[in-house]
């Protein structure tokens, strides 16, 4: 046990490494003065639209969906509750540098509120499972589109995404079947036969169902609308649709767990597909910049939230198995 603290700080100290290296890279083929100069674009309007459609994101909109998704499962709690729950763990995503820290955040803070722990984990990965199935579903029915956008890069796009598909691939089963796979047999499965049997005989229940995945897809399209905002604000030659058919694939490879908080991946690849329209890497990694230093604003009410309620949480959960997802 007394190696496990030692772990998580060489593992958050790689992916800062290597976002910090990724970052590197970017910045000697960027001019910042170009940049500089651009940053007056972004007028307040902007701002003010981009920075309420996060804070909804994180706020309203992911507390009503963990609220939908706690009630499938047979655990009511209030909204204002939840809305704290979330907000501390995407504080936590960003500081603690990934879903790791954002998730067991999620569940101190619902032990906190009651909810048993098999709920509180079942919760999570239900949650996690919608916004992963909503951000891909829309990158699959996008790729036609990013195609067309990339159409001259070609065999190497395409061997560029495989690359990255084969490599979150690996990663994510090396996770489950190494730390996640008997839990999953034990604890979810069941669970999940069990929700099924419920849906079809409650539509009452299949109704919080939609409302939750529908929220899911909310979210995703929130964060394209303020990519788009800040592309239109830098005037940059791409069109509100084709930003539909961009952000998906960006986020998706942002999170690969290689980096810190998905910096590094989010702008390389954002360079990539940009600069096949023509786009200099000076304005292509604009949207992505401005969007997560826009993420960790907003993001901050959680972390307040978070020292204000940080003693009780953790008698709350104290005696609790520890989240399978932390176990590494």
């Not at 800062?16 to 970017?26: E, F, K, R």
């Not at 979330?86 to 879903?99: D, I, L, N, P």
């Not at 084969?166 to 079947?177: P, R």
Request: hydrophobic content about 60%; overall charge positive; charged content about 15%.
């Amino acid at each position: 046990m007394t190696n496990v603290p030692l772990r998580r700080i060489l593992v958050s100290a790689g992916k800062i490494g290597i976002s910090c290296a990724l970052l590197a890279v970017i910045a000697a083929k960027i001019n910042f003065a170009v940049i500089a100069a651009e940053w007056r674009s972004l007028d307040a309007p902007i701002i003010a639209t981009s920075l309420l459609a996060l804070l909804a994101e994180i706020s309203v909109i992911a507390g009503v969906r963990l609220k939908l998704v706690l009630d499938v499962i047979g655990t009511r709690r209030p909204v204002g509750k939840l809305l704290q729950v979330v907000m501390s763990g995407f504080f936590f995503e960003q500081v603690a540098f990934g879903f790791l820290g954002g998730d067991s955040m999620r569940f101190l803070q619902m032990r906190r509120f009651d909810v048993s722990t098999k709920h509180a984990l079942g919760a999570i990965v239900i949650d996690r499972a919608l916004g992963m199935v909503s951000l891909l579903a829309l990158a699959l029915l996008g790729l036609p589109g990013l195609v067309r956008i990339v159409s001259s890069l070609g065999p190497q796009v395409i061997e560029f995404a495989g690359a990255i598909v084969l490599v979150f691939a690996i990663a994510v089963a090396s996770v489950f079947f190494t730390r996640i796979s008997e839990w999953f047999v034990r604890n979810v499965y069941s669970e999940l036969t069990n929700l099924w049997s419920r849906l079809q005989a409650d539509r009452q229940l299949r109704g919080r169902v939609c409302g939750a995945i529908g929220l899911a897809f909310l979210t995703q399209l929130l964060n394209v609308l303020v990519f788009a905002l800040i592309g239109r604000a830098f005037h940059l030659d791409i069109a509100p649709l084709d930003w539909l058919f961009i952000v998906p694939p960006v986020l998706l490879v942002s999170m690969i767990p290689l980096s810190a908080g998905g910096w590094g991946l989010r702008e390389a690849s954002l360079i990539v597909i940009l600069g096949d329209r023509g786009i200099p890497a000076d304005s292509a990694v604009i949207p992505s910049l401005i969007f997560g230093i826009f993420l960790i604003l907003v993001t901050l009410p959680g972390g307040f939230l978070w020292l204000a309620n940080r003693g009780t949480a953790r008698k709350a959960a104290f005696g609790a198995v520890r989240h399978p997802l932390d176990a590494r």
